[in-house]
């Protein structure tokens, strides 16, 4: 049902992203950039904690030179609607690698009242961190020029 994929869109990006990783590509591509999108961010921190996990206590890693962890930091990136649960975890997750995406046209998404989104989910972040993750992160990571102004000023 349309319902169930609609809940579930994060757990399918959580093993996207899983699979991803551990295909080892970002490892022998260290400048590879993966953009999860359409997925929010409420997995990610879960994610990482898992990671840590699977070297600390496990044993499972592949006796690569960089954690996981930081692999995942290093060549992903998070795109959330809102998340207005988890948008807190940033600093887990890293504010450099979330971006704000309003999925247009889609029912779910935040188009036309992604200002008032951003204003009444994010307006407890800090306005550096609320340019990044609504400009400067998708910029650098897609390496497309931004305007001398961008909003949120702050």
């Known amino acids: 049902a349309l319902q169930i994929g609609a809940t579930l869109f994060g757990q399918l990006s959580l093993g996207a992203c899983a699979h991803w990783l551990w295909s080892e590509y970002p490892v022998r591509f260290p400048n590879l950039k993966i953009a999860m999108s359409e997925g929010g961010i409420g997995w990610v921190a879960m994610l990482i904690d898992r990671l840590d996990n699977i ?16 692999v995942l930091r290093r060549n992903f990136w998070f795109c959330t609607l809102d998340d207005p649960s988890t948008i807190d975890t940033r600093d887990v997750i890293g504010v450099e690698n979330i971006c704000v995406e309003t999925d247009y046209p889609h029912g779910d998404g935040t188009w036309p009242n992604t200002q008032n989104v951003i204003h009444d989910v994010w307006g407890h972040i800090p306005a550096h961190e609320l340019r990044m993750m609504c400009s400067e992160n998708a910029a650098k990571l897609y390496r497309h020029p931004l305007p ?5 000023l702050g």
Do not use: C, K
């Open 55 to 70: 070297i600390d206590r496990s044993g499972y890693g592949l006796g690569w030179d960089e954690r996981p962890a930081d």
């Open 148 to 152: 001398d102004i961008v909003l949120p």
